[in-house]
C-alpha cells in the first residue's frame, strides 16, 4: 500500500468513500442495517457494504452502497446477496423472509442520498462519528 493510502485495487479502510457520502448512505438507510436491522440505538456498529461486492466487479457508487451492521458485513464476505439474504431470515427467525430482506435492500438502495443534511450533521458535529453519537442519543 503507497502513503496515500491506496493500493492496486483501490482507496483501502474508510478513505475509499467519502465521509459525508457515508453519513448519507447511513441516513439514507435509517441508521440501520439494510439486512438484520439493528440499527445504532441498539448498539449496532455501522459500516457500508457493497451489494455487488468489488470482488465480483461491483462499484462504490452508492447505488451499489448499503449500511450493513458490523456483524453482517462481516458474515456476508463476497456471497451473493440472495444467498446472504436466506443466511440472515435464517438467523433472524421471525417471520422475515429472504424476499423481505432483498427487497429492503433494493428500496434502500433506490432512495434519494441525502447529501445537505449530512454535510450539516459533519459541520455541526465535527465527523461521522459524533454525527452518529448524536443521533444515537439525542443530546447535545
Request: some cysteine.
Amino acid at each position: 500500500m503507497s502513503e496515500t493510502g491506496r493500493n492496486e485495487q483501490g482507496w483501502q479502510g474508510s478513505k475509499w468513500i467519502r465521509r459525508t457520502t457515508r453519513l448519507a448512505i447511513y441516513l439514507r438507510d435509517g441508521l440501520s442495517c439494510a439486512y438484520c436491522g439493528a440499527s445504532i440505538e441498539d448498539g449496532a456498529i455501522l459500516t457500508i457494504d457493497h451489494i455487488k461486492p468489488r470482488s465480483k466487479g461491483g462499484s462504490n457508487e452508492p447505488a451499489n452502497l448499503v449500511t450493513a451492521c458490523k456483524r453482517c458485513n462481516s458474515a456476508r464476505g463476497d456471497r451473493p446477496l440472495r444467498r446472504f439474504a436466506r443466511s440472515v431470515a435464517d438467523y433472524l427467525n421471525h417471520g422475515i423472509e429472504a424476499d423481505d430482506i432483498i427487497r429492503h435492500v433494493q428500496t434502500c438502495r433506490r432512495r434519494r442520498l441525502p447529501r445537505a443534511e449530512a454535510r450539516e450533521l459533519i459541520e455541526r458535529r465535527g465527523s461521522v462519528a459524533a454525527a452518529l453519537a448524536y443521533s444515537s442519543t439525542g443530546e447535545e
